[in-house]
């Protein structure tokens, strides 16, 4: 299933009855997840979902350092050409946010999306384990389970 805007696509996947999610889930990569999406099937449809609201933080400093950018949280950093005082970075934290309730979709880091269709469609309730997430153009802006 994907909800889409102009920029992008939200989307439910639900595993097959027999499958379990864990196993789907770690097998699942970004790019077979990109391809997945961007292959389905565009069709309006009526969903009920749970509603829900979940969230992360993530250290931005040990992402990056294991990209190898190291010497911009040490005082070897040289950000002369944002401030002329000795500066390095000492914390980088990112937080994302996201709610599905009656109303639509509200991201905490962006704006919002709304979703009603107009009977007669296909009535779909996601009832088991499911993964979801937000992707914009080929990159997963948000995933969670």
């Not at 961007?38 to 931005?60: C, E, H, M, W």
Request: aromatic share 8%.
């Amino acid at each position: 299933l994907i909800i889409q805007d102009e920029t992008c696509q939200f989307f439910y996947l639900m595993p097959e009855e027999s499958s379990n999610l864990e196993k789907w889930r770690n097998e699942l990569t970004g790019e077979k997840l990109v391809d997945i999406v961007k292959n389905a099937k565009y069709q309006r449809v009526d969903i009920t979902v749970p509603k829900f609201k979940v969230g992360s933080q993530l250290d931005g400093i040990e992402v990056l350092k294991k990209m190898g950018i190291t010497r911009i949280f040490n005082s070897t950093a040289d950000l002369s050409k944002i401030s002329p005082t000795r500066l390095f970075v000492s914390k980088i934290q990112h937080n994302a946010e996201i709610e599905v309730n009656s109303m639509g979709i509200d991201m905490a880091a962006g704006g919002s999306a709304s979703f009603t269709t107009p009977p007669p469609v296909p009535h779909i309730v996601i009832y088991r384990p499911f993964l979801f997430g937000i992707i914009r153009h080929d990159d997963i802006i948000f995933i969670g389970q």
